[in-house]
T-cell receptor, first 116, second 113 residues
Framework: GAVVSQHPSRVICKSGTSVKIECRSLDFQATTMFWYRQFPKQSLMLMATSNEGSKATYEQGVEKDKFLINHASLTLSTLTVTSAHPEDSSFYIC????????????FGAGSRLTVL | AQSVTQLDSQVPVFEEAPVELRCNYSSSVSVYLFWYVQYPNQGLQLLLKYLSGSTLVKGINGFEAEFNKSQTSFHLRKPSVHISDTAEYFCAVTLNQGGKLIFGQGTELSVKP
């Protein structure tokens, strides 16, 4: 139980294009979803917190116009990296929290973005 | 604000040896504590968590951790490691269940035959 699916797992794009990453809770309703970024050999840094039906709350230093987050339903949040550049290349991980018999907090498998 | 410090960036050990991965946290209020494991190019898997109650927490894969409030520590231990335990380990804190996690820098555990 408490499965979070993240798609795509890997994506390569050209500089200047936009990329969308999806995060889905498969067997529970996710009241809140979190988006993290992880550079190689580094820890996870929280980018933003999204609640269904409301605007995401971004951490300090994260460009909200560059990293668009949409949480349109209780099972889906998307992160769109707009006008991607090589420095945006990273591992993006989502997590979702909700209730499935008990409070749950589950991570997706991550999405590796490579911008050429 | 809360913070987490993992004192060792890399821990090399031989197979079947015991291991301890250290984690200290800073917070002016009570927190919940977690240990996660990350295998290469994968997401995070929860090893164990401390919410309340007994300070010794047992998790998956033979790992356990002890919450020490006076020392603000939550060290992870395993009495005998396997090659398959080679991975990155993250300690994390949060103020409330289901809230945002603050992660430590990570400890790379490398188990050698």
């Amino acid at each position: 139980g408490a499965v979070v699916s993240q798609h795509p797992s890997r994506v390569i794009c050209k500089s200047g294009t936009s990329v969308k990453i999806e995060c889905r809770s498969l067997d529970f309703q996710a009241t809140t979803m979190f988006w993290y970024r992880q550079f190689p050999k580094q820890s996870l840094m929280l980018m933003a917190t999204s609640n269904e039906g409301s605007k995401a709350t971004y951490e300090q230093g994260v460009e909200k116009d560059k990293f668009l987050i949409n949480h349109a339903s209780l099972t889906l949040s998307t992160l769109t990296v707009t006008s991607a550049h090589p420095e945006d290349s990273s591992f993006y991980i989502c997590s979702a929290t909700g209730f499935l018999g008990a409070n749950v907090l589950t991570f997706g498998a991550g999405s590796r973005l490579t911008v050429l | 604000a809360q913070s987490v410090t993992q004192l060792d960036s890399q821990v090399p050990v031989f197979e079947e040896a015991p291991v301890e991965l250290r984690c200290n946290y800073s917070s002016s209020v009570s927190v919940y504590l977690f240990w996660y494991v990350q295998y290469p190019n994968q997401g995070l898997q929860l090893l164990l968590k401390y919410l309340s109650g007994s300070t010794l927490v047992k998790g998956i894969n033979g790992f356990e951790a002890e919450f020490n409030k006076s020392q603000t520590s939550f060290h992870l231990r395993k009495p005998s490691v396997h090659i398959s335990d080679t991975a990155e380990y993250f300690c994390a804190v949060t103020l409330n269940q289901g809230g945002k996690l603050i992660f430590g820098q990570g400890t790379e555990l490398s188990v050698k035959p």
